[in-house]
């Protein structure tokens, strides 16, 4: 027991698993005082999460090769490189945000709903920052699998025929998803005769095993990250769970995934071959593209979220899938940069996604709705949600000088560099990837001006949106922090980026990438400084504010008063756009993309997938998959 | 590589002297476009300054917006027009190296573009008015539409420069590769085609539309508000033209820091934005708008023209 006080990074996870357990229980049995459980729940969350982020700063900083140790108490071996480091941290910083939020949330719900969700999103997170360090693939997929069902009961908790629905999507998806993996650790298996990653590392497959396990893995974990076409169980489940147990999906239970595919790709089965970079590429644009025109069309923020986060696993792949083709062509700079812009991105979502789920959230608790047309002139209720949803969008639309930019930044260059390679495919898919991405970034960019625009300016649209207060302090303080956040790895991006270099060189046994210097980024191509761009962005308004301000001298104040001209009619409340006529030119123009949807999921198919007894069906079975896999766990 | 022209010591001051002069000339070049618009109804319209009577007018005006409205409305003639500045600073308008080195990138000046954009669209949602909102509708739609053909334009030119920095590719075409002769024509004509749309003019002037929208995201400005936006809509038209001609008509921009280079380079300059704006005012009283749902049939046309530029840097290469 004395091994937890030292602050090792092996002591600090076991501390931080026993003290998510333990504080989830806690919070659970004393559901029925409503404050006091939330704080257990929420304050245990945040210690653990702090523990967290220690450990994976001395892994990170510690750098060099993969390390196997022992967790004290538990009977868990970690595998300890800087990838796993980068993914814990980028999944202990959500989780620190979510817990500080579900202090207060818990504390607002039902006592039923209060002991459910505090336990299973710290079982969630256990079992996750379990799978980033686990050693083997026995002990990967019983932590992924459990947290899985975790997801599934946080899904359907709120007992309606859309959650019901999107849990059986998760359910189904979930279990295809292992079912996939293990067959592909089998094969390995079958190869190696083990099961360590250590093992497989140091295993030179032949190449047809070594293409059949990829393809597998990236099947299995692409269903947990949710490439398209295998994201079904995305967009809905991120709508039904609660707004912070969401935030875990997407910046948590996902980026598994990612680093599932980057493990498999980049580390266990050696050089890759060219066209796993290039199918690794073009399903990561399809995702992005796909995943940003169909957010358009939502008006549930959290869909609408959840699809934007399909985008931005796209994007996360593209530096992937550049690293992947990087190394396959012996152009160890490509490699390094897009790596590089994939790991920095993948850590950048994390912060702007968490910030506008928990803020959606904070919405929905104050006003009850989760429609966006139903909202409008948020923005005077609730400023401070307000701002930080703001800087979150502008971040997610890659705007400088935020961290979105600076991570797609590096990728647009990682892109050229692919661009200007010697192969002929390279050269064809680089131009055309980077088109991918820019359109993807304005379509991303029309959508955050409509959730803004929509959500947060003009004039209320339903009484309870003329009638919302601000959220409670720690949920504001949860999104304006994660702004912050965002705001800061933005503008002190070239501080940041020799750090996720560094994870990058690790995992490709490359030499460090130099990447900034001076307070600029720069890739062998060009260079952006964030700090200056930041600095003009806020001071270059001046100068045409000075001009009005001098030429307009004593004259009248300005004046707000009356309503919108309307070429002479009066003005009443349905005139006003909404986000679907805001969107609408699209619907026509990307119409065949639109209607793609109906013809590849017939309705008729999925109604009768949907129908009663398979709901009732999986969630027995996932009761008792469950409570094996925590006697497993625990054993 | 080396970056000495990141934070150029010696080039900022120039970047910041040619942020405001092209700020001072825009309303210039929006009143030669008008003076022009006249000649060619056989009328004959007000003369060249009459925009900098108007905007000094309407600077003196109070500003009256309707009561919906709040920061985001009225913070964005001045976002707009300071977002543009900084765009202003990067581009190469004199010297062939970009004076502000540290955002005169490829993408960062796309992505500030996009920063632009946002603050036009969000600000047209801000009011509950129907004309400012369809007209932000429009303007995002237009991004989304020209973004592709513009990337791809200027992507092919920065392959055939080997780097993303505008510097990098003025000096590359300016010592004109032969054997890449087709491929930057194709691509400049691509760009050529994305900077006529992003000028606003018609027929692509669908934001601001005249007759249909009475001015899109403008209609709800009055008095000084309105005066900065009509400075940054001028300024943007500048902007966008001079991004196209620092790039693709380096010719007689200063490769050294001479006086005598600079003001033969401020002049060329000058005459090159006059004579750019000549053929726009050419082109967009010759035609009709178009409807807007088929805008997107005539952009698929740039960007043919940009993939043809890839294709023949694929050949070349």
Known sequence: ?635 | MNFPFLLNSSLWPLALIQAVALLAVAPLFAGFSRVMRARMHNRRGPGVLQEYRDIAKLLKRQSVAPAASGPAFRSMPYLLTGGLLVIATALPVVTLASPMGAAGDLITVIYLFAVVRFVFAIAGLDTGSTFTGLGASREAVLGVLVEPILLLGLWVAALVAGSTSLGAISARVLHWPVSSSLTLILAGLACAFATYIEMGKLPFDMAEAEQELQEGPLTEYSGAALGVLKIGISLKQLVVLQLFLGLFFPFGMAEHITPLALLIAGVLSLVKLLIAVFLVALVENSVARLRFLKTSRTTWAGFGLAFLALVSWLVAG
């Open chain 1, 1 to 635: 027991m004395m091994a937890l006080f030292a602050l090792e990074p092996a002591s600090l996870l076991a501390l931080a698993l026993l003290i998510w357990l333990v504080s989830g229980v806690a919070g659970g049995v004393f559901s029925a005082a409503a404050r006091l459980s939330g704080l257990i729940s929420g304050l245990g969350g945040m210690v653990a999460s702090a523990a967290v982020i220690v450990a994976a700063f001395e892994i990170v900083h510690r750098g060099g090769a993969v390390q196997a140790v022992a967790l004290p108490v538990l009977p868990f071996t970690a595998e300890f490189s800087p990838l796993n480091g980068v993914l814990l941290l980028a999944m202990s910083v959500t989780a620190l945000f979510c817990s500080l939020y579900a202090c207060a949330w818990l504390a607002g719900t039902t006592s039923r709903k209060r002991s459910r969700t505090g336990l299973l999103c710290h079982l969630l997170m256990a079992a996750l920052t379990a799978a980033a360090v686990a050693n083997n693939a026995i002990e990967l997929l019983v932590m992924m699998e459990l947290a899985a069902l975790c997801a599934y009961f946080l899904i359907v908790q709120t007992d309606d025929v859309k959650s019901r629905r999107a849990g059986l999507n998760q359910f189904l998806s979930g279990r295809l998803g292992t079912v996939c993996l293990i067959l592909a650790f089998t094969v390995l298996h079958h190869v190696s005769g083990s099961l360590d990653f250590d093992v497989l590392r140091h295993t030179a497959f032949p190449a047809g095993a070594k293409s059949l396990a990829f393809l597998l893995a990236l099947a299995g974990f692409g269903l947990y990250a949710g490439i398209i076409p295998l994201h079904a169980w995305v967009p809905q489940s991120h709508s039904s769970a609660p707004a912070h147990a969401a935030a875990l999906f997407s910046s948590v239970l996902m980026k598994i995934g990612i680093i599932g595919i980057v493990k498999v790709g980049l580390d266990l089965l050696g050089a890759p071959p060219l066209w796993w970079g290039l199918m690794v590429l073009l399903l990561a644009i399809l995702t992005a593209f796909i995943g940003g025109l169909y957010a358009l069309m939502e008006h549930d923020i959290r869909r609408l979220l959840a699809y934007h986060t399909l985008e931005n696993v796209g994007i996360i792949l593209l530096g992937v899938g550049g690293a992947m083709t990087g190394v396959a062509l012996n152009l160890p700079e490509l490699a390094a940069l897009a790596l590089l812009a994939g790991l920095f991105h993948l850590f950048n979502h994390g912060l702007f996604k968490t910030a506008l789920f928990l803020g959606a959230g904070e919405i929905e608790m104050q006003t009850g709705i989760k429609d966006m047309e139903k909202l409008g002139g948020i923005a005077r209720l609730m400023p401070w949600t307000a701002v930080a949803m703001l800087v979150a969008l502008m971040s997610m639309a890659a705007l400088p000088p935020l961290n979105g930019f600076a991570s797609e930044w590096l990728l647009y260059q990682s892109l050229f560099q692919l661009s200007a390679a010697p192969l002929f495919i390279a050269r064809l898919l680089g131009p055309l990837l980077a088109v991918g991405l820019a359109l993807t970034g304005a379509l991303a960019l029309m959508c955050v001006a409509k959730v803004f625009g929509v959500t947060f300016l003009g004039a209320p649209r339903s009484k309870a949106a003329e009638e919302a207060t601000p959220a409670p302090l720690a949920m504001t303080l949860s999104s304006v922090l994660l702004a912050m956040l965002c705001i800061v790895f933005g503008v002190a991006s070239s501080w940041i980026i020799p750090h996720f270099a560094a994870v990058a060189a690790s995992v490709l046994n490359a030499p460090v990438l130099q990447a900034a210097q001076h307070g600029a980024v720069f890739s062998a191509t060009s260079a952006v400084s964030a700090p200056m761009v930041a600095l003009l962005l806020l001071g270059m308004p001046l100068l045409p504010w000075i001009i009005a301000a001098v030429l307009r001298g004593a004259r009248l104040p300005n004046r707000l008063r009356g309503e919108a001209w309307a070429c002479g009619y009066g003005h009443s409340a349905d005139m006003v756009v909404t986000a679907t006529g805001f969107t609408q030119p699209l619907r026509v123009m990307f119409g065949p993309l639109y209607r793609l949807r109906q013809h590849v999921m017939p309705a008729k198919l999925v109604s009768t997938l949907h129908q009663g007894w398979l709901g009732a069906f999986c969630r027995r079975l996932a009761f008792i998959e469950l409570a094996v896999l925590l006697v497993v766990a625990f054993a």
